[in-house]
C-alpha cells in the first residue's frame, strides 16, 4: 500500500524569502507523484507532477520539485514567496496504471509580509 | 470554460435528508473520481468510474451511492445524511490511455445540521 508523508502541517515563511515544503511517500512500485494546491475555500489545482524523465520538475506560479528515489521523496521549492501563495498544499503518489491518487495530510504554507 | 464543474457549491441541510451532488467534465475523460475531504482537510478517495463502470469503492458506507449515465457524469447521492458526513466532496476526472493526471472541480462544500 502507498502511503504520504508531508513532515511539515504548517510553514510559516516571509515574503520574497525561498520555501521548501516537504513530501516522503513509500510505495512498492513505481509511481507517479504530484503537487497540488488548495486555496481558500476553492478546489485543488494542479501544480506540477513528476511522471519520468528528469527528476527535476517546473510547474505553475514559479514552483519546483525534485524527484529523489533513494531518499523516496519529492520536495516543492519556491525561490521567492509571494502572499499570493498562502495556501494548503498537497502531496499525492499514484501507482503507474493505477488512477487513484494517495495524498498526504497537507502542508498550510503562511507567508507574513 | 470549466473542465469539471459540480454542483451545488454549497449545501446545507439537515439530518435524515436525501440529497445529490452532481458533476460533469468537459475534457474527455474516460475515469471519473468522488473524493472526500474532512475537516481536517484530509482528502480521500470514496469512488472512481471508468467508462460507466464501478472501479474503485473505498469502504464507503452504502448510504452513499454513485451513479454514471456517461462517461462525462458522474453523480453522487447520499441517503439519511449524518452529522458526520459533512465534509467537501471532490469531483475529478483522468484519462486511462494518456497522462496520469487527475483534474478535480471547485468542491461542493456540504453542511449537515
Known amino acids: 500500500a502507498q502511503s504520504v508523508t508531508q513532515l511539515d502541517s504548517q510553514v510559516p515563511v516571509f515574503e520574497e524569502a525561498p520555501v521548501e515544503l516537504r513530501c516522503n511517500y513509500s510505495s512498492s512500485v513505481s509511481v507517479y507523484l504530484f503537487w497540488y494546491v488548495q486555496y481558500p475555500n476553492q478546489g485543488l489545482q494542479l501544480l506540477l507532477k513528476?511522471?519520468?524523465?528528469?527528476?527535476l520538475v517546473k510547474g505553475i506560479n514559479g514552483f519546483e520539485a525534485e524527484f529523489n528515489k533513494s531518499q523516496t521523496s519529492f520536495h516543492l521549492r519556491k525561490p521567492s514567496v509571494h502572499i499570493s501563495d498562502t495556501a494548503e498544499y498537497f502531496c499525492a503518489v499514484s501507482d503507474r496504471g493505477a488512477q487513484k491518487l494517495v495524498f498526504g495530510q497537507g502542508t498550510r504554507l503562511t507567508i507574513n509580509p | 470554460d470549466t473542465a469539471v464543474s459540480q454542483t451545488p457549491k454549497y449545501l446545507v441541510t439537515q439530518m435524515g435528508n436525501d440529497k445529490s451532488i452532481k458533476c460533469e467534465q468537459n475534457?474527455?475523460?474516460?475515469?471519473m473520481y468522488w473524493y472526500k475531504q474532512d475537516s481536517k482537510k484530509f482528502l480521500k478517495i470514496m469512488f472512481s468510474y471508468n467508462n460507466k463502470e464501478l472501479i474503485i469503492n473505498e469502504t464507503v458506507p452504502n448510504r452513499f451511492s454513485p451513479k454514471s449515465p456517461d462517461k462525462a457524469h458522474l453523480n453522487l447521492h447520499i441517503n439519511s445524511l449524518e452529522l458526520g458526513d459533512s465534509a467537501v466532496y471532490f469531483c475529478?476526472?483522468?484519462?486511462?490511455?494518456?497522462?496520469?493526471?487527475?483534474?478535480f472541480g471547485e468542491g461542493s462544500w456540504l453542511t449537515v445540521v
Open positions: 475534457l474527455g475523460h474516460d475515469t
Open positions: 475529478a476526472s483522468s484519462h486511462r490511455d494518456r497522462e496520469n493526471t487527475i483534474y
Open positions: 513528476y511522471l519520468s524523465g528528469s527528476t
